[in-house]
DNA sequence: CGACCGATTGATCGACCTCAACACCAGTGG
DNA sequence: CCACTGGTGTTGAGGTCGATCAATCGGTCG
């Protein structure tokens, strides 16, 4: 690992972190993202302000105690943490209709969310409604959910980090965010949008593997790429046949309350 | 890693994993349990049982739409995943007042709780009363703050794997594992419910490593063994020292929503 | 054009894995 | 009492994978 003060040297690590440089911040009259799982609660539409990020802008908070969500419109965003030697690790990507629960990405912590691309993030603040929502069961099991599912995601990312070697981590890696971004089909363009390095930080490796380990998947024909931020999976059963999981279903929502029309199953 | 036929060759491995032989399963009237969080609904005395568990023996589900969850009462135990080929992965550590969400536990995905001592586990199937706790208030805040906290552990693994390396592992994983189990203080002993094969599989590395690992601490004097799974950590300013990040807090509850009497942080 | 940044690629190094031998311990059976 | 066994932990020798370091290339921006 590199000292601190080589891997903080770009503007991108130091300067950004501490404060978020608010790009556009304008209160968003309706949420018209299909995907978004904190609509339909009327008082949202009084707490929240649309923002624009650039790659490398940051949103933190500084308060554990607050009821704040930030909830991916466009773009992609990736939750991150860096330790005291300079060290990042990426512990989950954002893509479209995420939510990203604030009191998380507190400061003590190095914790925060930030841009991978150009990013629209709608920022819910809560707090001053977090005692009546307390009682409000529709938004407890909506966060429920959220969190439900990012648990899944962590246990996902703990497995692959843990037990997968270089190659099988970027093979899941290009498979889970094509599945991800919707191009399940062979020959839908996937876009890739980090860097060499935020894979790595992502996948708990170095860029220079990376590139090599990308180079190498594209001589064996999984994957083709158009430019350095697209790519196509060419060959899914070859990937399936690379690794010793199965890639992740794409559930709409968590699955934990059965719903109306199913078996329960006791 | 060593093919599947060798890794689940022993009877743990394998014999144990697809069913949970159930050594005591009897309805236990009250739960004086302090930590538990899920106590204090009255529905819960109808749909929870009491099971002990052996070193070894798992606890599985077979559908992801249940509302059942474990809770632990007494030791340590583990939620795994295994991969095709025999790897294993341990991705969270259980011990005493942690609830377990069943769900997360299909055997589709080839994930189940595991018992790493003997084990008291409270069982909770909620699933016949979903629809009316999908009303409860109450209720969904306590699994939201469940969720909450277990993601925070979720997302400190993934930055333990990812960013650490195999000493700075073993050095956090047994400081963290003192203070989950309350031996902040010098000179308090701690016990080691895991053998090296699951702390290497808790830690992502294998068991030589970690007992290579272990006796170099020992000699540099920041941990004493008194036997193979109970120790002492003699010096936490040294611990602190050669971590880059900061051991978590254990706080009581997940902070998400203020309470009462908290300054709310706007 | 030069400066700069990110990506690629090769050479080398070191951390961790693999494999094997051995120690230790508890249990079992003579 | 000893011999034997199986399981777990320890330790050393050697190999491999991925990190590190450096050189080069390509694109972008001033």
């Known amino acids: 690992m590199k000292p601190i003060n080589e891997r903080c040297g770009s503007v991108r690590r130091v300067d950004t972190c501490l404060s978020a440089p608010v790009r556009a911040s304008v209160p968003c009259k309706s949420c018209d993202l299909q995907a978004c799982r904190l609509r339909d609660f009327?008082?949202?539409?009084?707490?929240?302000?649309?923002?624009?990020?650039?790659?490398?802008?940051?949103?933190?908070?500084?308060?554990?105690?607050?009821?704040?969500?930030?909830?991916?419109?466009?773009?992609?965003?990736?939750?991150?943490?860096?330790?005291?030697?300079?060290?990042?690790?990426?512990?989950?990507?954002?893509?479209?209709?995420?939510?990203?629960?604030?009191?998380?990405?507190?400061?003590?912590?190095?914790?925060?969310?930030?841009?991978?691309?150009?990013?629209?993030?709608?920022?819910?603040?809560?707090?001053?409604?977090?005692?009546?929502?307390?009682?409000?069961?529709?938004f407890l099991h909506a966060i429920f959910e959220v969190m439900h599912k990012?648990?899944?995601?962590?246990?996902?990312?703990?497995?692959?980090?843990?037990?997968?070697?270089?190659?099988?981590?970027?093979?899941?890696?290009?498979?889970?965010?094509?599945?991800?971004?919707g191009a399940r089909d062979d020959g839908k363009i996937v876009a890739l949008p980090m860097s060499r390095e935020d894979i790595a930080d992502y996948l708990g490796l170095n860029s220079d593997s990376i590139s090599r380990i990308l180079t190498r998947l594209r001589r064996s024909g999984l994957v083709r790429f158009l430019s350095r931020t697209e790519y196509v999976v060419l060959d899914w059963s070859a990937i399936a046949q690379r690794l010793p999981i199965s890639l992740p279903e794409t559930f709409p929502n968590a699955m934990c309350f059965p719903s109306q029309d199913e078996e329960i199953s006791r």
């Open 150 to 181: 990012r648990l899944e995601r962590s246990v996902n990312h703990v497995s692959t980090l843990g037990r997968l070697d270089s190659h099988e981590r970027v093979i899941y890696f290009l498979a889970e965010l094509a599945l991800r971004l």
């Open 42 to 138: 009327g008082l949202l539409k009084r707490a929240y302000s649309l923002r624009g990020l650039e790659r490398g802008d940051t949103l933190e908070t500084h308060s554990r105690n607050c009821l704040r969500f930030w909830i991916v419109k466009q773009g992609t965003g990736a939750t991150c943490r860096m330790f005291s030697d300079g060290r990042r690790q990426i512990v989950s990507l954002e893509t479209t209709g995420d939510v990203v629960c604030a009191s998380m990405a507190d400061n003590d912590n190095e914790h925060w969310f930030e841009a991978l691309s150009e990013c629209k993030i709608c920022e819910v603040n809560l707090t001053p409604w977090s005692g009546e929502l307390r009682q409000n069961a529709d």
